[in-house]
DNA sequence: TGTGCCCATACGTTTCAGGCATGGACGTCG
DNA sequence: CGACGTCCATGCCTGAAACGTATGGGCACA
């Protein structure tokens, strides 16, 4: 009997909900739909999977066996899709080195040129990832190695943290604070801060400075997926500011905006990161240059 | 990104016959349609997975990757399905007793009284295969539990052998050899012998007793699926005999059939299987009183 | 008893897999 | 060297299946 991942991911989705009604809208499709495909998976087992009582529903034996088997297909499916296009890069000699914003700095753009002039006949791809999809983009293969932001889930991955930056905020250029050469984080108590949904909480109030020094935690302004949206949303709404690292306020220049350095917070801390079961030698050559030139005094 | 076991399967059988035409032919599809699954796999992958040289494709290092993959998702998909339909007999108290033909004839029997006595709640419910479905519906959890025909293929499964029958041969009232009390292997030299193509050669060659004493090999009559299929073309068929259990005999009257004893040749060994990993206290007891009804002396 | 919630069913639409016919590239053999 | 066979790709049509909207029915709760 064949199978799809997609009625694999209906029938999780409704075992976890234990509603065909929540169920839908978490997969953004009608309940209808979803109500007809775990009906014909059903049919197509022969067995009932939930038992449709009254105002709730429960698993049978069936749907319990099926729940951990089929989060063990939908896993292993990842994991496939992962050695896949791993494969497809190794296979053509491409590093695609993950990055979120300005990455790895001047550090990133060093090891490709040693690595470049090092390994002629490979490629480096650079891969720009939204905030915080790094380090799964290292799990889901759409990478092969990463500068990854921290503090970031390295879980299955191996890292060594290669450089840090101090971070800057960025306000409109007619912002009060503007005026100042250097920002604390107490200047900021009222200002709303850009934020994402698209990375952890922990990200989030790492970013934010959560919690302040004085107890009290960020003011939220408008969400973002990535540098660009949150640099518009810097430069065009009312009011707010964001921080990033020193890097960006070179990388990502705007007519409207002024950058700042924020001197009384830690620093970013910037790991280079790839799966710990990588089979690319290119990758382990990679992982060395940027390891050695971490190691040498900064040329800056 | 979903994916269908039906094209992992397509996948496996491109890989495995390195020829699009083939694998069509072995999957029963077109070949056009075949080689447009693989394409639109490929493009969902955003990787080339065979290399379409002329006169010959090959895998490309992502196509290895993957066949490996998907023969491990194709195999713990048949696991998944064997485990869901267990626990749905299991949730319902069902015993799944598989068997060919007579299967265990009268001591099976013997053990579905003595267990519907003893566990009245519980059902047996016998399941009927092919030839040598018997094992195989185990492994596919088709049944919890079977009388198996030996010779067989018992990987994954606890065995023991519970009975013997003597092989009888059917045929034609009118056939000459009717007129004889008793048959043996050599009266059948010249007799074509009923076989099938979905049990296993070994299998086979068991029933037609091959090779014979003298070296020869059994001529081959009509191929069938399963005992009715059998015994209506030794019934219709211009010539040709059958050889079955004992119990066919008497199990399988029919008027224009004559059974005989053959009488120097091997007994049909029937074994009482199960899965390895079976959980389900149920078959554990049906499992002792047939192996306690095996032990004690046939009240035949 | 009316209302809201939740799941099932009906129906129309779109998407997609499959079959047939055909084209193009390449190797082989007369 | 040309005709033919083999093998994979493409075009076109058909049938099946999945999705969405609208609607019906059962049950709880007010």
């Known amino acids: 009997?064949?199978?799809?991942?997609?009625?694999?991911?209906?029938?999780?989705?409704?075992?976890?909900?234990?509603?065909?009604?929540?169920?839908?809208?978490?997969?953004?499709?009608?309940?209808?739909?979803?109500?007809?495909?775990?009906?014909?998976?059903e049919a197509r087992l022969g067995t009932d999977l939930f038992v449709r009582a009254s105002s709730a529903i429960t698993l049978t034996r069936a749907?319990?066996?099926?729940?951990?088997?089929?989060?063990?297909?939908?896993?292993?499916?990842?994991?496939?899709?992962?050695?896949?296009?791993?494969?497809?890069?190794a296979e053509s000699n491409v590093v695609r080195v993950g990055f979120v914003a300005t990455g790895g700095g001047a550090l990133a753009r060093q090891a490709r040129a040693v690595f470049t002039e090092r390994y002629p006949d490979a490629t480096i791809?650079?891969?720009?990832?939204?905030?915080?999809?790094?380090?799964?983009?290292?799990?889901?293969?759409?990478?092969?190695?990463?500068?990854?932001?921290?503090?970031?889930?390295?879980?299955?991955?191996?890292?060594?943290?290669?450089?840090?930056?101090?971070?800057?905020?960025?306000?409109?250029?007619?912002?009060?604070?503007?005026?100042?050469?250097?920002i604390r984080i107490d200047d900021l108590r009222d200002e709303p801060l850009m934020w994402t949904r698209v990375a952890?909480?922990?990200w989030v109030d790492w970013w934010a400075v959560n919690p302040r020094p004085d107890g009290s935690t960020a003011v939220w302004g408008r969400e973002n997926d990535n540098v660009e949206e949150m640099l518009e949303h810097v430069a065009t709404a009312t009011s707010g500011v964001c921080i990033g690292p020193e890097s960006m306020a070179s990388y990502y220049t705007h007519p409207d905006l002024t950058w700042?350095?924020?001197?009384?917070?830690?620093?970013?801390?910037?790991?280079?990161?790839?799966?710990?079961?990588?089979?690319?030698?290119?990758?382990?050559?990679?992982?060395?240059?940027?390891?050695?030139l971490a190691d040498q005094p900064s040329p800056d």
């Open 125 to 182: 791809a650079p891969k720009r990832f939204d905030w915080g999809g790094e380090a799964q983009a290292l799990r889901d293969g759409l990478a092969d190695i990463a500068f990854v932001w921290l503090p970031a889930d390295l879980t299955g991955l191996r890292s060594r943290v290669v450089a840090d930056e101090q971070r800057w905020v960025a306000m409109r250029s007619s912002h009060p604070l503007a005026r100042q050469d250097k």
């Open 1 to 41: 009997m064949d199978v799809d991942t997609r009625v694999l991911r209906y029938f999780v989705a409704v075992a976890e909900c234990l509603s065909f009604t929540e169920a839908a809208n978490r997969l953004y499709v009608a309940q209808p739909s979803l109500s007809r495909q775990i009906k014909q998976l």
């Open 63 to 89: 749907g319990e066996a099926l729940l951990d088997a089929a989060r063990q297909q939908l896993s292993g499916w990842q994991h496939t899709l992962r050695l896949v296009r791993t494969a497809a890069a």
């Open 200 to 202: 952890s909480p922990e």
């Open 260 to 292: 700042r350095p924020l001197v009384d917070v830690d620093p970013l801390r910037i790991a280079l990161a790839w799966p710990e079961d990588s089979a690319s030698p290119l990758v382990a050559r990679f992982a060395e240059i940027a390891s050695a």
